[in-house]
């Protein structure tokens, strides 16, 4: 509290504070199709082919061939390859390449906020990380768009 003038100014800070409650499998598959993050068909893609297509239904500001190929190519999917060049590849992803493609996607900055070689925390699989992503904040405090 601040005393200006006899008149009290109470700040109030607003703490939004959540968890992540685990779920099965088939629940994160319904609430990814709810999104539209998850289509019928999308079995039967790599793994590979599965994280191009959710990264490209995540990224709405371009729907040209070109303006994706553009927007893949400003992505490190290695500290030596771009997204554009390692998805031609079609290699199992690696949870390196996962997490420095979702750090960047949350406009974290390469090498300013985090190592270029920056493996997190294993996880299971790739629906499980992916279900996780829409509920964190960004560089700046906010939610993913």
């Known amino acids: 509290m601040i005393q200006i003038a006899n008149f009290e100014r ?3 800070v607003k703490v939004n504070q959540f968890s992540l409650i685990q779920t099965d499998d088939a629940t994160r598959r319904h609430e990814l199709k709810a999104l539209h993050l998850l289509m019928d ?8 082919q599965l994280l191009l297509a959710l990264l490209l239904r995540t990224h709405l500001e ?3 061939d ?10 490190l999917a290695t500290p030596t390859t771009n997204a554009y060049d390692w998805f031609k590849e079609d290699e199992q992803p690696t949870d390196a390449v996962f997490y420095l ?6 406009d974290f900055e390469v090498a300013v906020d985090f190592p270029l070689e920056y493996p997190l925390l294993p996880s299971p699989a790739l629906l499980s ?4 992503l829409p509920t964190t904040t960004t560089r700046n405090g906010t939610k993913q768009r």
Request: hydrophobic share 50%.
């Open 66 to 75: 070109a303006g994706r190929a553009a927007w893949l190519k400003s992505l």
């Open 10 to 12: 109470v700040f109030i």
């Open 62 to 64: 371009t729907t040209s």
């Open 41 to 48: 068909g999308d079995e039967n893609l790599s793994a590979s």
């Open 129 to 132: 990380k992916l279900s996780t």
């Open 101 to 106: 493609l979702a750090l960047q996607l949350l």
